[in-house]
């Protein structure tokens, strides 16, 4: 059912409804869009759902307590969450520089909201309600609910509740803590004895009675002054992050002990389908006078699943949603594709169907449901287990179903697909069916690298398994007449990753004619394991030391390798190459050595005839093989090769690697949009069609509908799916 009335944001809605009281104050840090997309409008309105009178206060002035007295004092609690965005990432980008744009606030406009607003509005509510009960929540206050790195302060803060003056804080998806919470709260029970319900979290003086087998996790002083300690907290964390065998973990904070229960169960299948068939208005509300931009990425969306097992350690999901996937029945989703047809400003397309992974639709095995995950293991990587249940039938047809829907013309599945879950599924239906309906052009999988020891860190599978993937994914495309794209996510500067392997990458990237235009580095968020990796230079699983790429410079020079063809990161690839100064980087260095502002290449032919002191004589093992017209090149034409460019071996004849001499110098560094005759000559040479290995950004269409695209994927070079 499509709801057609928001929920109150001021006394005056309050009266127009003949409200005099209300039980619950909702505040969000986010503009208010009443869409099951939007963590706080979910709690708000299965709170209405339960019986309760509940309003929304959305991004209030946090200068003074005043918007908070202006809606009156709910009668059973104030609950604040910080947004579907961490604030921190929303405001700043890796680099620390402030952004823009905040897409959950009107107009697209930065300002709405402070730093940490979870902080602040608690702070705020506590002042406005001395004796109200605070309860935090969303994803900043799950992330932060132990002592954690903050990778803005570059310091360890203490867990969010001591700074937040609130009485309970719930973690994960809280809609069944929420739910008990506010059933305790309005028999009148006091929240210093709600102190028994899973996926919350509370201060107490000595530690005791949770209802839970309690584990010590070394204190805040500790974790502060020792860096082991906080991998062996980090990991301890984890372990007991599940809602089956998991324990409550104590952790020692200024004289106060932090208790955290273990994680609440995954909503069930039914449960699920109720919270998503409530009312909700689909819309912004109308108080604001420019449009929220986070709409438009949700509006024709649906989401089908939570949880996920795939166990990225840059990844905040599993810490938050959990590595237990459920998902709603396929009438349930009919329902909503159903309701998304008889809005106006529906066209016939369903932009995605997904979820944190989107070919996600049950647990990872059924072992889990009845021991809960495997502690310390990966469902997936580097291998999968042997217990691993992959199984696309319902996911099938699901969208088999969605596609008869009247009015809809095409079902697209933007979210991301684990592709080395796919390939474990021996019936391929969902495979040939993604490929001939479900792809605008283009499909987002995430290899983030090609080297085995950083995809290691990272917790992804070994680069072989992304090219059984390209290889199929190329045969398919061949078979249906289609030209249809990859686009790869890649991350420089992750834990473990030292030039070297950026220069590796750099490699594959230039084989392969790749020249991506955006590429992730690194985030240190809050709660994950490469967070802990980078701050302590510790692998918290095994305890063993691992290199960080800390010095931003050093980060820079990672990034700009996988993007060496720009003209103004020429001077970071030279100096990047210097400094590896092995002969694998001849070729790349032999591209980037063309000066675009004189118009002629600056290789060792023109650096012969300048003046002393200027470009000298090579000083560099690279240099002196280019001076000397060698290039000796690794050959990568098997996956399980030692260099770790990890090149299909069924791909050889279509990428020939040539030895003996380096790449003829190019005239011109072109726009995407264009190659020269020299390119065009080379892929000749080297067996591959005219054709662009890439879609040009400027020619993708702006039409969601027909395109994925976005300017903020972080990787915006697409993989060819034929190759002729």
């Known amino acids: 059912m499509r709801g057609t009335e928001f929920l109150p944001v001021s006394r005056e809605e309050m009266l127009q409804r003949d409200w005099y009281y209300y039980d619950f104050l909702v505040v969000t840090a986010d503009a208010y869009i009443d869409h099951p997309s939007f963590g706080t409008t979910l709690i708000a309105r299965m709170l209405e759902g339960e019986g309760y009178r509940v309003a929304i206060l959305a991004q209030p002035d946090w200068h003074d307590a005043e918007a908070f007295r202006a809606m009156g004092r709910p009668r059973y609690g104030v609950l604040i969450g910080g947004g579907n965005l961490d604030s921190m990432v929303a405001h700043y980008t890796v680099a620390k520089r402030r952004r823009e744009k905040d897409l959950y606030s009107p107009g697209g406009k930065m300002g709405y909201r402070p730093d940490r607003p979870t902080i602040v509005y608690a702070n705020r509510a506590r002042e406005a309600f001395p004796d109200?009960?605070?309860?935090?929540?969303?994803?900043?206050?799950?992330?932060?609910?132990?002592?954690?790195?903050?990778?803005?302060?570059?310091?360890?803060?203490?867990?969010?509740?001591?700074?937040?003056?609130?009485?309970?804080?719930?973690?994960?998806?809280?809609?069944?803590?929420?739910?008990?919470?506010?059933?305790?709260?309005?028999?009148?029970?006091?929240?210093?004895?709600?102190?028994?319900?899973?996926?919350?979290?509370?201060?107490?003086?000595?530690?005791?009675?949770?209802?839970?087998?309690?584990?010590?996790?070394?204190?805040?002083?500790?974790?502060?002054?020792?860096?082991?300690?906080y991998a062996r907290a980090t990991k301890i964390q984890y372990d007991e992050h599940d809602p089956?065998?998991?324990?409550?973990?104590?952790?020692?904070?200024?004289?106060?002990?932090?208790?955290?229960?273990?994680?609440?169960?995954?909503?069930?299948?039914?449960?699920?389908?109720?919270?998503?068939?409530?009312?909700?208005?689909?819309?912004?509300?109308?108080?604001?006078?420019?449009?929220?931009?986070?709409?438009?990425?949700?509006?024709?969306?649906?989401?089908?699943?939570?949880?996920?097992?795939?166990?990225?350690?840059?990844?905040?999901?599993?810490?938050?949603?959990?590595?237990?996937?459920?998902?709603?029945?396929?009438?349930?989703?009919?329902?909503?594709?159903?309701?998304?047809?008889?809005?106006?400003?529906?066209?016939?397309?369903?932009?995605?169907?997904?979820?944190?992974?989107?070919?996600?639709?049950?647990?990872?095995?059924?072992?889990?449901?009845?021991?809960?995950?495997?502690?310390?293991?990966?469902?997936?990587?580097?291998?999968?287990?042997?217990?691993?249940?992959?199984?696309?039938?319902?996911?099938?047809?699901?969208?088999?179903?969605?596609?008869?829907?009247?009015?809809?013309?095409?079902?697209?599945?933007?979210?991301?697909?684990?592709?080395?879950?796919?390939?474990?599924?021996?019936?391929?239906?969902?495979f040939r069916e993604l490929v001939d309906y479900h792809i605008s052009g283009q499909l987002k999988v995430a290899p983030e690298h090609c080297v085995a020891s950083v995809l290691d860190y990272m917790g992804k599978p070994h680069f072989d398994v992304f090219g059984r993937f390209w290889r199929q994914y190329q045969k398919l495309n061949e078979k249906e007449g289609k030209q249809q794209y990859l686009v790869p996510y890649l991350m420089s500067s992750h834990p473990g990753c030292t030039l070297e392997d950026s220069v590796r990458l750099a490699e594959f990237l230039h084989r392969t004619g790749h020249q991506?235009?955006?590429?992730?580095?690194?985030?240190?968020?809050?709660?994950?394991?490469?967070?802990?990796?980078?701050?302590?230079?510790?692998?918290?699983?095994?305890?063993?030391?691992?290199?960080?790429?800390?010095?931003?410079?050093?980060?820079?020079?990672?990034?700009?390798?996988?993007?060496?063809?720009?003209?103004?990161?020429?001077?970071?690839?030279?100096?990047?190459?210097?400094?590896r100064a092995a002969p694998i980087s001849s070729a790349i260095r032999r591209s980037a050595s063309f000066d675009p502002r004189r118009g002629r290449s600056t290789s060792a032919s023109s650096r012969s005839s300048s003046p002393p002191g200027k470009s000298?004589?090579?000083?560099?093992?690279?240099?002196?093989?280019?001076?000397?017209?060698?290039?000796?090149?690794?050959?990568?034409?098997?996956?399980?090769?030692?260099?770790?460019?990890?090149?299909?071996?069924?791909?050889?004849?279509?990428?020939?690697?040539?030895?003996?001499?380096c790449p003829r110098p190019r005239k011109l560094l072109l726009p995407r949009s264009g190659r020269s005759d020299i390119e065009k000559d080379r892929d000749k040479r080297n067996g591959l069609s005219l054709s662009s290995f890439f879609m040009p950004e400027a020619f993708l269409p702006a039409d969601p509908a027909t395109s994925c695209h976005s300017p903020a994927e972080r990787s915006s070079a697409a993989f060819p799916s034929r190759i002729r």
């Open 516 to 579: 991506p235009q955006q590429v992730q580095d690194f985030y240190p968020t809050p709660g994950t394991l490469s967070t802990c990796m980078y701050y302590t230079g510790i692998d918290p699983r095994d305890m063993t030391p691992v290199y960080v790429a800390r010095d931003p410079h050093e980060k820079a020079l990672q990034r700009a390798l996988l993007q060496w063809k720009r003209p103004e990161l020429r001077g970071l690839v030279i100096e990047a190459l210097r400094r």
């Open 244 to 430: 089956i065998r998991g324990c409550a973990v104590l952790q020692p904070c200024q004289g106060r002990v932090l208790v955290v229960n273990p994680p609440a169960r995954p909503l069930s299948r039914e449960a699920l389908d109720a919270l998503y068939d409530l009312p909700y208005v689909r819309e912004v509300h109308p108080m604001y006078r420019e449009e929220v931009p986070a709409i438009e990425e949700v509006r024709f969306s649906i989401t089908h699943n939570r949880g996920c097992f795939g166990g990225c350690n840059f990844c905040a999901l599993a810490f938050h949603q959990g590595r237990m996937v459920t998902s709603r029945s396929i009438e349930s989703v009919v329902r909503e594709a159903e309701l998304l047809t008889q809005d106006p400003k529906f066209k016939g397309y369903i932009h995605d169907v997904g979820g944190p992974s989107a070919n996600f639709r049950h647990t990872s095995c059924a072992q889990q449901k009845r021991r809960g995950m495997c502690k310390g293991r990966s469902c997936l990587a580097p291998e999968p287990c042997r217990n691993l249940d992959a199984d696309h039938s319902e996911y099938t047809a699901l969208l088999q179903r969605l596609r008869r829907v009247d009015g809809v013309k095409k079902v697209f599945v933007r979210s991301g697909i684990r592709y080395d879950y796919l390939l474990q599924d021996k019936n391929q239906d969902f």
């Open 616 to 661: 000298g004589a090579p000083d560099s093992t690279a240099e002196r093989e280019i001076s000397a017209g060698r290039c000796i090149t690794e050959d990568v034409r098997s996956i399980e090769g030692v260099s770790g460019l990890m090149r299909p071996a069924a791909m050889a004849d279509r990428f020939p690697a040539r030895r003996g001499r």
């Open 132 to 229: 109200t009960p605070i309860v935090i929540g969303g994803l900043e206050a799950s992330l932060r609910r132990f002592a954690h790195y903050d990778y803005w302060d570059d310091k360890v803060r203490r867990s969010i509740l001591f700074d937040a003056p609130a009485d309970l804080l719930v973690y994960g998806m809280g809609e069944a803590a929420t739910r008990e919470i506010a059933r305790r709260l309005s028999r009148k029970v006091p929240p210093r004895e709600i102190t028994d319900i899973p996926g919350t979290a509370y201060i107490a003086p000595t530690g005791e009675g949770s209802g839970f087998h309690p584990v010590a996790c070394p204190s805040y002083e500790e974790v502060c002054a020792d860096k082991t300690a």
